[in-house]
Structures are given as structure tokens and as C-alpha cells.
């Protein structure tokens, strides 16, 4: 039997939230097994449906993470992701289903709409969007603390510049094949009457460059779903130590643990290096965009251009594109597939070239089918 996929439907538009309602359910109820464990209590479930969590990706971690968050009772989150479900994320990322894959949704998207069906009571606002220096302050807003969910280097020392610049905690997970990582950063005050908690090293104080030449990722070293959510957990577990005001007993090393061994390890994180460049110098490459590159995403053979940011008139692109390929598109992107690639367009001009990792091809496919 052949399958073919529907036609996308109208989705809202980049950045809505989903506002809390009038919830039939109550909350003493809802959260009352969390309230009962004492490191939470009533007095921490209250200062959770104040806080405000960032969540920079919205894959298998971060969609996990959001998952976790929600359901402990965080007022407000905030999505961002720059990319669309799949049929392969399926295996692992746990907020989406058939549905999404087959309409390509944003996951920020797909994501909030999965939340509002099992928590209508908190805030998410959805940005499909890359994150890059010039949005960071914007879109970061007034968020408690950011986790990590990315699937790239170079994001992950951009938040970590932003992090240390503005004094805001920020936690990093990864997770490849059957591995595990996470460490929290809380980066130094921004003046001693300030100090809020106990500074840890950032980032850059452990690994001074992000890695050169060829690393794992998950569509080349593949990943279990339990890796994810050993990573997600541990993230969450610190983030709620934070929110609830415990931030003395958050863990202040990196840790990592792989399933399939059972090897882990630790390496201490208890103090910001002397020397490093970004938490005792103070130089923000990152944020600053030196040599911003095209990034390969994580789990597909693919490109993204996002050096072009300008509205996109989806239905106009379609008109221009039919004759040269298959084109579908909603209120938030448009896909034009042309064999052997498939250029998937988003509203502020970024694009997804998949069939390739050559950044001249992609390059070339932009400028020729969308224009430069």
C-alpha cells in the first residue's frame, strides 16, 4: 500500500504562546506527590510557578527537559529550535509524534502544543528560530535559567559567552549513542554584593576551544533513548534545585556516564579557572559572531544558511517553485523537494539544504531557487 503525506496545515506563527487558562484541574492535586517530597514542599512548588526556564533546542533533550519542567509545574517556558520533526526523530524525542513527522512541524512548535494538552495551566512561548548573537538577548528575555539541548558546539559557547556576560545560570547536556553529559555553570556575579551562589567554571574554563575537525553526532554514531533521558533527568533535577533556591547543592562537576558500560566519570568544576578568557578576561568571541560558520546539523545530511534574515511570502515562493519540484508549505515553512535535496524554507529567510554537507552546494541551491 502506498502512503502519501497529508498537505501541511495552518499553524500559528513564529514566537505565540500558549497562555495559561482556567484550569479544571487543581493544582494542590496536580502537584501534591511532588509538594509531599521535602527538597520541593509547598513554599519551592510556589516559587516554581514563578520561574521562567529557557530551553535552547527542542530535540531529544530539550524536548525531554520541557517535558519534565511542565509537568513539575515551571510557570513559564521558553522554546527555541530551529528545526522541524522527522520520522527518525521519533525513536527519542518524546513530545512528538506520526503526526508531526508527516506535517514537518517545528519542533518548538510541535512541542508547545504538547504541553498545553497535559499542562494548560503554565506559560510556553515557541520561537522556530536559530539562536545566534543577535537574537540571544531577545529571545533569552527574562529567563531564571537556560538549559542547554543543542546540537552543535558553536551554540553551546554562544550561550556560554551570554551566560557569563549577563551573570545568568545556564546548564549544558549532551547525549550520543549510549552516552550521558551534563554540568551546571553558574558564572560569576556581576559584582560581589551580587552573589547569589557559589561560582563554578564555565565552560570555556574546561575546554577553551570548542572540539576541531570531525565529531559524533547522533547520525553517525546513532543514540539510545534512554541516554537522552538519563541526560534530560539529571539536567531537570538541577534546574529544580535552583528554581526552589538550593543552588548550594547543585552538583559542581561534569559528569558523564555511559549506559551501555556503566563507565563514568567526573571532572571538577568547583571554581572558575584563573586565566580562562571568558569568565576572568572577559572576551566574548562568540557572542560577538567571529567566524560564525554554517553548522551541519545533528542526525541528517544537511546544511543551514541563515545568513539571510527577511520575510518570506510562502504562497508567492510556491507559485515560483511548483514548476521545479514538489513544494508544501504552512504558516511557519515551506518545503521544496527536488531530488536528491530538499531545501526546507522558514519565515525569516533561513533555510535547511538536506542531500548534502558541502556549504558551496547549499550555497549555490539557496541562491538559485530562493535568491540572494
Not at 533533550?61 to 509537568?71: E, I, N, Q, V, Y
Not at 506559560?123 to 529567563?143: F, H, K, M, Q, W
Amino acid at each position: 500500500m502506498q502512503h502519501t503525506s497529508p498537505e501541511f496545515v495552518p499553524t500559528p506563527a513564529s514566537g505565540e504562546a500558549s497562555s495559561p487558562i482556567d484550569n479544571p484541574i487543581d493544582n494542590q492535586e496536580r502537584y501534591s506527590r511532588q509538594i509531599l517530597f521535602p527538597g520541593i514542599g509547598a513554599a519551592g512548588q510556589a516559587r516554581l510557578a514563578e520561574a521562567h526556564v529557557c530551553i535552547v533546542g527542542c530535540g531529544a533533550t530539550g524536548a525531554a527537559s520541557a517535558a519534565l519542567l511542565a509537568r513539575a509545574g515551571v510557570g513559564t517556558l521558553t522554546l527555541i529550535d530551529r528545526d522541524f520533526v522527522e520520522p527518525s526523530n521519533l525513536q527519542r524525542q518524546i513530545l512528538f509524534d506520526e503526526a508531526d513527522a508527516l506535517q514537518a512541524l517545528p519542533k518548538a512548535e510541535a512541542a508547545r502544543r504538547k504541553i498545553a494538552q497535559f499542562n494548560s495551566g503554565i506559560e510556553v512561548r515557541a520561537y522556530v528560530t536559530d539562536l545566534v548573537p543577535g537574537n540571544i538577548a531577545g529571545l533569552t528575555g527574562t529567563s531564571h535559567l537556560i538549559l542547554d539541548a543543542t546540537d552543535n558546539f558553536e551554540t553551546r559557547y554562544l550561550i556560554n559567552d551570554f551566560a557569563v556576560q549577563q551573570a545568568r545560570p545556564w546548564i549544558y547536556a549532551a547525549a550520543i549513542g549510549a552516552y550521558a553529559a551534563t554540568m551546571n555553570i553558574l558564572p560569576l556575579p556581576a559584582s560581589a554584593s551580587d552573589a547569589r551562589w557559589e561560582p563554578t567554571s564555565c565552560l570555556a574554563c574546561l575546554f577553551s576551544k570548542p572540539p576541531s575537525g570531525p565529531v559524533e553526532t547522533c547520525d553517525t554514531s546513532g543514540i539510545l533513548s534512554t541516554a537522552v533521558n538519563l541526560a534530560a533527568s539529571i539536567q531537570v533535577t538541577e534546574a529544580l534545585k535552583f528554581l526552589t533556591g538550593q543552588s548550594a547543592l547543585m552538583r559542581r562537576t561534569l559528569l558523564s556516564f555511559d549506559l551501555w558500560t556503566s563507565e563514568r566519570s567526573e571532572i571538577a568544576t568547583a571554581k572558575p579557572r584563573k586565566g580562562c578568557a571568558v569568565c576572568d578576561h572577559r572576551e566574548f568571541s562568540h557572542l560577538s559572531g567571529e567566524s560564525r560558520p554554517h553548522i551541519t546539523l545533528c542526525g541528517r545530511n544537511s546544511v543551514q544558511i541563515h545568513e539571510h534574515h527577511r520575510p518570506v511570502d510562502f504562497a508567492a515562493m510556491r507559485d515560483r517553485l511548483a514548476p521545479h519540484g514538489r513544494v508544501r508549505f504552512n504558516d511557519l515553512l515551506l518545503r521544496f523537494e527536488r531530488e536528491p535535496h530538499t531545501l526546507t524554507l522558514f519565515a525569516d529567510g533561513r533555510a535547511i539544504i538536506q542531500g548534502t554537507t558541502d556549504v558551496t552546494v547549499a550555497r549555490s541551491l539557496y541562491a538559485r531557487f530562493i535568491g540572494s
